[in-house]
């Protein structure tokens, strides 16, 4: 493993790193008829973390199940790094760590025993499986719980065991769909530093999330899924570079009856007290300060209305279901 | 993949089956020893007094082999039934099936853990029968070969019912309809001679019917069909539901999407 890490290193400096996942014309219609994936293709580089975004039912978990071999596609290709889902798979599932979208371990078995069971299903020996599990059950603050019934451990807890499960084979691809659901601010915090720190020691993330914010403090590159396409596959600097018109959510002091008119600025009224202002993105915020204060508008404080991602992500997914 | 990762990958599968079985153990061997203990008053005691003898035994010594072959097959078949479609239900299943491990050692791992269910209650039972009568075993190696293709296939049988269970009902239907009829027609209180002509017939269409036989030749070294019969009839259902388990498992019939 440490091996695998060394050489993973050396092919992210010298910039030779080959796919971690290589996804050619995937299409997959259930026995129902519903067609969740219409041909996809998809590349993510080793060493990469990356988002995988999109509305419910818009395809992320088929994909998902797709290279977990949960699912089976009903044509085209996935590779986990050199190997075939569809006609090496078990190379390729050696590859992988999973952290599903649902619960799915014994809620009746105790977590070092679930995370030591897991271990064992990748030919780790039970010396080092206990050892690796105490490892990830420490990092991710469920030590103390180890020998308790899962069922009785908080959804937050549960979610935290299932990525220490994962995590206990050192997996090269590691794939996360909507690990911090559910999961309160403090804690989803330090699984980002932790789910970070993997990254950084060269193992490939995938992520899939509703928290948006997360999606654009965590990922360097993203794909954005919709209806069983993929409609934007970019790095995610250039993605929110495209965003030309952000809105802002102004508090003020004075209440006001109807919205002031500011050049080339669309300013709302939403209440007495507040105002939206959306801005392209060349206008400077002091322009917009300094109409206000010209109208005797003074502005107590001033927030985003929404992240920039969720911004051009409720555009772009409304754009296709337009189209 | 590399034979070390499968045999790991199988000792683990075993190793989480029979903590399973000892976990629960009130579940698992208590019901099948209280059961057997009761036919053993009732038929054996109080019942087979009045029978006499049976295949040239007294009636308590006939019905043991058939009593061990009935707990065994029980279990077996639970175990992997009611393992196999919690872990499905549970979803847990899913640990193994995203893992690297071929088909053929998840089937082997769950067979071996419905295998140790079934020979740790056919101990049971067989301890209890010595409280009640004396058995000395004729063929030991026919009685402990019978006992686990026995088991081993109706592990498979469970493993093939679990696959299409959609919910607990579903691992029910079968035991009760299919499997107890089939046991108790399969010749466990009684010899075949003693049925009219045309239900010996009907009779040789049960495999149970062969399973329990060679077990209790083995044992006590009498039978109604010839031995060479219940190997082949075990070896050939044996081939057929591992053949059958293996192509479900790949086609991930009832697993996969």
């Known amino acids: 493993m440490k091996f695998t890490r060394i050489i993973s290193a050396l092919t ?146 549960k979610r935290r065991l299932m990525i220490a499960r994962a995590m206990v084979n050192e997996p090269r691809l590691l794939i996360l769909d909507e690990p911090t659901a559910g999961v309160d601010i403090e804690i989803r915090r330090s699984m980002w530093e932790f789910i970070r720190e993997i990254n950084q020691n060269g193992t490939t993330v995938i992520l899939t999330t509703h928290y948006l914010e997360e999606a654009e403090e ?106 | 993949m590399n034979a070390g990762v499968n045999w790991t990958g199988y000792k683990t599968i075993v190793r989480k089956e029979v903590s399973r079985i000892l976990r629960i153990w009130a579940q698992t061997v208590v019901p099948p020893a209280i059961t057997m203990t009761l036919y053993f008053i009732i038929f054996g005691n109080l019942i087979g007094r009045r029978i006499g003898e049976m295949g040239g035994f007294d009636y308590m010594q006939f019905i043991v082999p058939g009593l061990i072959m009935m707990s065994v097959i029980t279990s077996s078949y639970g175990n992997m039934v009611s393992s196999f479609f919690g872990a499905k239900f549970g979803r847990h299943i899913e640990e193994l099936l995203i893992s690297p491990l071929p088909n053929w050692i998840i089937l082997g791992g769950y067979v071996t853990g419905a295998l ?20 000395e075993v004729q063929y030991p190696l026919i009685m402990i070969s019978v006992l686990l293709l026995t088991s081993v296939v109706f592990a498979m049988a469970g493993m093939v019912n679990a696959i299409y269970a959609n919910k607990f009902d579903d691992i029910a239907i079968v035991p009760t309809f299919i499997l107890t009829p089939l046991t108790y027609l399969g010749g466990v209180f009684y010899s075949i001679s003693l049925l009219p002509e045309f239900w010996q017939k009907v009779s040789a269409f049960n495999p149970i019917f062969y399973m329990v036989n060679g077990f209790r030749y083995g044992i006590l070294g009498v039978s109604d069909v010839p031995i060479g019969w219940a190997y082949a009839i075990m070896g050939v259902f044996g081939v057929l539901l591992a053949g059958l388990c293996l192509w479900l498992l790949h086609r991930g019939v009832g697993l996969r999407s």
Not at chain 1, 42 to 61: H, M, R, T, W
Not at chain 1, 278 to 286: F, I, M, R, T, V
Not at chain 2, 124 to 134: E, G, K, N, Q, Y
Request: aromatic share 6%.
């Open chain 1, 12 to 157: 992210l400096r010298t910039g030779t790193q080959m796919n971690a996942l290589q996804v050619n014309n995937l299409k997959k219609t259930y026995a129902n008829g519903v067609e969740a994936l219409k041909g996809i293709s998809l590349d993510v580089k080793e060493g990469d973390f990356f988002a995988l975004l999109g509305p419910n039912g818009a395809g992320k978990s088929t994909l998902i199940g797709i290279v977990s071999s949960l699912v089976n596609a009903t044509s085209g290709e996935v590779k986990v790094f050199d190997a075939s889902v569809q006609q090496q798979r078990s190379k390729a599932m050696s590859y992988i760590g999973l952290v599903p979208q649902e619960l799915n371990f014994n809620q009746f078995e105790k977590p070092l025993e679930i995370i030591t069971n897991q271990a064992g299903y990748y030919g780790i020996g039970r010396k080092i499986a206990q050892q690796r599990a105490e490892k990830y059950l420490r990092q991710l603050q469920l030590w103390d719980k180890h020998d308790k019934i899962s069922r009785e451990l908080s959804g937050g807890m």
């Open chain 1, 218 to 323: 965590l990922c360097r590159n993203i794909a954005i899924i919709d209806r069983g396409e993929i409609i934007q596959n970019t790095n995610m600097k250039s993605l929110l570079g495209t965003l030309d018109v952000e809105t802002f959510v102004l508090d003020i002091r004075e209440p006001l009856t109807a919205a002031p008119q500011v050049d080339g600025m669309e300013i709302k009224l939403r209440d007495e007290f507040t105002l939206e202002a959306s801005l392209p993105k060349q206008k400077s915020l002091n322009a917009l300060f300094e109409s206000l204060g010209n109208s005797g508008i003074h502005v107590l404080s001033m927030r985003n209305k929404a992240n920039r991602l969720e911004e051009l992500f409720l555009r772009l997914v409304d754009k296709g279901g337009k189209s």
């Open chain 2, 116 to 135: 140790a269910r079934g020979m740790m209650v056919g101990t049971v039972v067989m301890l209890i029968s010595l409280f009640f009568t004396r058995v």
